[in-house]
């Protein structure tokens, strides 16, 4: 019997298995590489091991260690709490309730009539997050037994994995948007593809085509061998392992970018990206203030030095050089302001070896400490002082207070005079437009207590905005000297919102502090960048609006001909009854609005949802507890790796390990280049599979013997994952953000690759009929070439030709496909990823047609006798390919630019409409919106 009739099967079977195989370790590499991902963004937690806090992965507590929890975050296990101070926990993971529930050391009797609570009051359960406060717990129950972990036993039933087909595990829970539409265009393609071999069936069997190397066997038999391998050929298997690539390469290259890549989705979602919220503190700026400038007890100062070291530098009255950290309004300003900070400050060696002054804690507090230190207020001093109680900052309070013990007829040597039978004070620091409402008196430079009336506010405020306009963040400090508490100790409920109620009246104003915080290096650029890739950059702050406004200005998020009462408001007037507006209103604002201060964090909520409502894909920073919402409901959310709390990443796609605001640009950036990564090896690969097809199909109607090509879906292996990893063109960030719907496969591309498969059967056929006419005694029909004796020999030469001629030609193509537009030769060998795949695909070629028994008894392919005149035909097949394929880059070039005008004209007209009917001036072009997809419909093209 002859064995070709078994090859062509043993062939198909051999491919389908090695392209399986490939398609299984490099997937298992790349779910390895995700894994290592994931265990790089567990969550940690403090716990005391050793008398020590230590910081240890959330995951590794167990029963009976104490953790030591604050504000942001997320309990690891069940707790019973012996330790608690203003201590509020979101149960919403667990009970659904969406009120913060106050947590308590205390056993209390249960009343009568009381309702039943879900949860013990003394208790912190796994998952929650913490809202407010500090405390601590001993572990009583962790992982599957804790009580989330019993619901989600119940709810899970048997946690047996899912697998497909047995072994294989079922990933398609996890795939991304763009993978479930490449899966569905996939399918497509398969019901097209089966349509054409049932079409190529009746063909064959109407026709009467039989096996060449068999002609007594039934038509019938022969044609369902070749429909099948028809169907091999065309159903693009390649595709969704070079998407899982791709997509695992860039999640590794994306660390080395300061951005860890928590969710799959928001790498092509970045893409799309058409504006980034951002916060102001740390994120824009370093979030390193120094205090420069003070105002206390009627008197300016400013305060000289740089950076945390309380060492150089002094508090001087403006316009004079001598040191003024005697004054008593400076010393009484700076002690009260120093006793309600919960930062500390101390020397410490640093990388280079060297002492460093370091604060601890919160940004804003730091030049606190060091401007104290500077005028002798050690920190051993102020320990003097025993706090008794603390309501600790919290963005919606915009401020902080403290009770702590005094003694004495004065706050400290040198200090403001305390009334007699003074045993505590109150201290009061924050955002000074809400601290001068609550003060009724003022310290004036006498020591005294003078009323403050009317004036003296408007005053004061004079005094903020001044600073406020030099982009400094001002704090005003007040404080009240009590003689008792005045509210009642003892009593059990008391609330850390009634005590604060009860300490915050009647307070005395005692001074201001300014501080500057620098922007990061870098920022204002990529805000500028941003804008030309056609994103909008909006500040979204709780600053005072005119130091938003200023530090705005200097980072370009304001331009100067942007004017600040349309572009920037304070967030008061989105909610101006405490209600928020309607979302009409609401959209008018955040259609043109760019700095958004004074904002609590419900106010980002809003904010997102109100661009996503107008079409935007909305990129959104967050540090608190409080923005988990606001990060969820974000296109991407974005949490920041250093300030950042552990709700706030459980609740982002993405974390800036950095912090910095840049970060965010370059991931668009890539989240951009993985895209159009993604399109050109989809083209590439699909446009391959349509030649195949169509070779094929030419062969059987017409009545050549069918090619021997299906080698060539194992050599394009490696491009086509090259081509997944093409850094980004540099144009990438000068076009503007994709619309959010549309399909990955654009009409001008469908086109693209119908012509460029056209052109690769084309030049193909032509070298398999010269060679075909050449080696088979100049015949070309397979009626007539099984006739010619020792024709299977002959057959396989031709064959051998024509599938060099391929490999070649894909692999030109490969370099022709780096771009859609821009012609081969420019920047040529810049992407390295590609060399080293063209490489391997020679490697696979020579090794297919000259290595003995492999090439001729399995292969079919004889690559060893084809002679000069063979390998001299095949190379006419890449040349052929280069300057057609060329050529119709010309034609898609043109497309694809009309297309991308389409998208502008498409909203510069809206845009036009707008501005004329809006008074709005100044609005820039990036405020707008990619509303509708143009027509990026997909028509099948082949
Ligand atoms: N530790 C603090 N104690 C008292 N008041 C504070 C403290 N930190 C900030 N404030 C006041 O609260 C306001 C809002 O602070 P918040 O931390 O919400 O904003 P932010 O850090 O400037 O914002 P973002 O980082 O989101 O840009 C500040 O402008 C300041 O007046
Ligand atoms: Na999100």
């Given amino acids: 019997a002859d064995p070709l009739s078994y090859t062509t099967g043993i ?122 406060g500090l405390g601590r717990g001993l572990v009583t129950d962790t992982g599957m037994n804790t009580r989330i972990g019993r619901i989600a036993q119940l709810i899970a039933g048997d946690d047996g994995q899912k697998t497909i087909c047995c072994c294989f595990p079922d990933t398609s829970g996890n795939q991304t948007p763009l993978q479930q539409n490449l899966n569905m265009l996939g399918g497509r ?33 022969y044609m369902i061998l070749v429909s099948v391998t028809l169907a091999v050929a065309a159903i693009p298997e390649g595709i969704p392992l070079c998407v899982t690539i791709s997509l695992s390469m860039a999640c590794s290259d994306m660390i080395k970018q300061k951005v860890l890549v928590r ?17 102001k503190t740390g994120t824009l700026t370093e979030g390193k203030m120094t205090m420069v400038a003070m105002y206390a007890a009627g008197i300016t100062y400013e305060v000289t030095g740089k950076g945390f070291d309380p060492e150089v530098g002094q508090v001087q009255r403006s316009g004079s050089h001598e040191d003024s950290g005697t004054d008593m309004g400076v010393k009484s300003s700076l002690l009260a302001a120093a006793l309600c900070c919960d930062t500390t400050l101390c020397k410490e060696q640093g990388v280079d070896g060297v002492m460093k002054w370091v604060p601890k804690g919160n940004s804003t507090e730091a030049p606190i400490l060091v401007a104290a230190r500077k005028v002798g207020l050690s920190e051993a001093m102020v320990r003097e ?84 306009a030099r982009a400094l963040r001002v704090l005003a400090i007040a404080a009240r000297p009590m003689s008792s508490l005045p509210y ?30 620098p922007a990061r290096d870098g920022v204002p650029d990529s805000v500028l960048a941003a804008r030309e890739a056609g994103i909008s950059v909006v500040m979204v702050t709780g600053d005072y609006l005119l ?36 979302a009409q209103e609401i959209d008018k604002l955040t259609g043109s609005v760019r700095v958004f201060a004074r904002a609590k964090p419900e106010d980002k909520l809003e904010i997102v949802k109100s661009l996503q409502r107008q079409g935007q894909v909305a990129a959104m920073t967050g540090e608190g507890v409080n923005d988990a919402p606001a990060l969820n409901q974000a296109d991407i959310g974005v949490a920041l790796g250093i300030d950042g709390t552990e709700a706030a990443k459980e609740a982002s796609d993405l974390i800036l390990t950095d912090d910095n605001f840049c970060s965010i640009l370059a991931a668009v950036q890539k989240g951009r280049a993985i895209y159009s990564g993604i399109q050109k090896f989809v083209a590439f690969i699909m446009s391959v599979h349509i030649a195949e097809v169509m070779q094929i199909f030419v062969c059987i109607v017409v009545g050549i013997p069918v090619m021997r090509t299906f080698l060539i879906l194992v050599t394009d292996l490696p491009p086509s994952i090259a081509l997944g990893a093409e850094p980004g063109e540099a144009h990438i960030l000068k076009i503007r953000p994709r619309p959010k719907d549309e399909p990955v496969v654009l009409s001008w591309m469908w086109l693209a690759m119908a012509m460029n498969g056209t052109v690769l059967t084309t030049v193909i056929l032509i070298v398999y009929l010269i060679s075909l006419m050449h080696f088979c005694d100049g015949e070309v029909l397979q009626e007539n070439i099984y006739l010619l004796e020792g024709y299977q020999t002959k057959l396989s030469l031709a064959q051998t030709v024509a599938f060099i001629s391929l490999v070649w030609s894909e692999n030109v193509r490969a370099y022709i496909s780096r771009s859609f537009t821009k012609p081969t030769w420019h920047d040529l060998l810049g992407n390295r990823e590609m060399q080293k795949a063209i490489v391997l695909a020679q490697i696979c070629l020579y090794g297919a047609v000259l290595i003995p ?22 190379a006419t097949g890449p040349v052929g390919c280069f300057i057609l394929s060329e050529g119709c880059k010309a034609i898609t070039a043109y497309q694809a630019k009309s297309y991308q005008e389409s998208l502008v004209s498409d909203i510069s007209e809206p845009e036009a409409s707008l501005a004329s009917s809006a008074p709005a001036k100044g609005k820039a072009m990036e405020s707008t919106k990619p509303t509708q997809t143009p027509n990026g419909t997909c028509c099948l093209a082949f």
Avoid at 434 to 455: F, P, R, V
Avoid at 495 to 511: I, K
Avoid at 547 to 555: E, K, L
Avoid at 859 to 869: K, S, T
């Fill in 11 to 132: 062939a198909i079977g051999i491919i389908v298995l090695v392209n399986a195989g490939i398609a299984a370790w490099t997937e298992r590499k790349a779910g390895d590489a995700l894994e290592a991902l994931s265990k790089m963004m567990q969550a940690s937690i403090y716990v005391v091991r050793d008398g020590n806090e230590v910081q240890v992965p959330a995951r590794s507590v167990v029963v009976g260690d104490i953790v030591v929890l604050s504000t942001g975050d997320v309990v690891p296990a069940d707790l019973r709490l012996f330790e608690a101070q203003d201590f509020k926990v979101s149960e919403m993971a667990l009970t659904g309730e969406p009120d913060d529930v106050p947590k308590t050391t205390k056993v209390r009797e249960k009343k009568i009539g009381a309702p039943e609570k879900l949860t013990p009051e003394t208790m912190a359960f796994s998952g929650c997050s913490i809202t407010s």
């Fill in 189 to 221: 393609i398969g019901i097209l593809a089966i349509s054409v071999c049932v079409f190529l069936f009746f063909i064959g069997w109407v026709t009467d085509r039989k096996d060449p190397s068999n002609p007594d066997s039934e038509t019938w038999l």
């Fill in 263 to 279: 969710k799959l989705p928001a790498l092509e979602t970045l893409g799309s990206a058409s504006v980034i919220c951002s916060d």
């Fill in 385 to 468: 002082y025993p706090r008794v109680m603390e309501v600790p900052f919290s963005s919606s309070r915009m401020m902080m207070l403290t009770v702590s013990r005094v003694k004495g007829t004065e706050l400290c040597p040198g200090g403001m005079p305390l009334p007699a039978g003074t045993n505590y004070l109150a201290v009061c620091k924050g955002a000074p437009n809400y601290i001068i409402d609550l003060c009724s008196e003022q310290l004036k430079e006498d020591g005294s207590a003078a009323k403050l009336t009317d004036d003296d506010k408007s005053e004061i405020l004079k005094v903020v905005d001044g600073h406020s």
């Fill in 488 to 517: 009642d100790e003892s009593k059990e409920d008391i609330t850390s919102d009634q005590m604060f109620e009860a300490c915050r009246q009647e307070l005395r104003f005692l001074g201001l502090v300014a501080s500057t915080d």
């Fill in 547 to 582: 130091t938003a406004v200023a530090i705005a200005r200097s980072m370009n998020i304001l331009q100067p001909c942007d004017d600040p009462d349309v572009s920037a408001v304070d967030c008061a007037c989105l909610r101006p009854d405490g209600e928020y507006l309607d």
């Fill in 853 to 874: 028994y492999l090439s001729d008894r399995i292969l079919g392919l004889r690559g060893l006798e084809i002679g000069v005149f063979g390998w001299v035909l095949a």
